[in-house]
């Protein structure tokens, strides 16, 4: 098994290697004139692998090891990316109600591109804005878990 140093240096690299993901993503949304349907779904499949990136090593490596160095910095470090995916989730109560509004336009089997997702429901701006506020707090947090974890990083397994 390889030793502790060489893991951590690759759970530090895959989720900063989650970062270009985010932020192409946040890009696509702040960039559309018009949110429709194809340009959400071309969001979802860029952040999709960022997610991937940072799930990964926080659930097969970070977690399980959280209770054997747990400290000041290293429970910091867990409420902010704790804080990370409760924000997540919260986008996602406004993302499932978007997909339920375009579910109940008939926009799955008659896909139409040019459908602003405004139009879809009377109720869609409210939705918009928990997953933007979601989407905003995740990635507040996130970078903010990750700036902690770089510096454990660096002090942990670098300066040592």
Same mark, same amino acid.
């Given at each position: 098994?390889? +030793?502790?140093t060489t893991l951590a240096t690759l759970a530090?690299v895959t989720v900063t290697a989650s970062l270009?993901?985010?932020? =192409?993503?946040?890009?696509?949304?702040? +960039?559309?004139?018009?949110?429709?349907?194809? &340009?959400?779904?071309?969001?979802?499949?860029?952040?999709?692998?960022?997610?991937?990136?940072?799930? &990964?090593?926080?659930?097969?490596?970070?977690?399980?090891r959280l209770l054997d160095q747990l400290n000041?910095?290293?429970?910091?470090?867990?409420?902010?990316?704790?804080?990370? =995916?409760?924000?997540?989730?919260?986008?996602?109560?406004?993302?499932?109600?978007?997909?339920?509004?375009?579910?109940?336009?008939?926009?799955?089997?008659?896909?139409?591109? +040019?459908?602003?997702? +405004?139009?879809?429901?009377?109720?869609?701006?409210?939705?918009?804005?928990?997953?933007?506020?979601?989407?905003?707090?995740?990635?507040?947090?996130?970078?903010?878990?990750?700036?902690?974890?770089?510096?454990?990083? &660096?002090?942990?397994?670098?300066?040592?």
């Open positions: 098994m390889a +030793d502790e530090a270009p993901f985010y932020l =192409y993503g946040a890009w696509i949304m702040i +960039d559309a004139e018009t949110v429709s349907w194809e &340009v959400l779904v071309y969001h979802l499949k860029i952040i999709f692998p960022g997610l991937v990136l940072n799930t &990964v090593p926080v659930v097969t490596w970070m977690l399980p000041g910095l290293s429970a910091l470090h867990a409420i902010m990316g704790l804080q990370a =995916y409760a924000m997540l989730v919260f986008a996602f109560t406004g993302i499932v109600r978007i997909f339920q509004a375009k579910w109940e336009a008939d926009l799955y089997r008659n896909p139409d591109p +040019d459908v602003s997702l +405004d139009d879809l429901h009377e109720n869609m701006s409210a939705w918009r804005g928990r997953l933007r506020v979601g989407v905003f707090g995740y990635v507040v947090f996130w970078f903010l878990a990750w700036i902690l974890g770089i510096y454990r990083y &660096v002090t942990g397994y670098l300066l040592v």
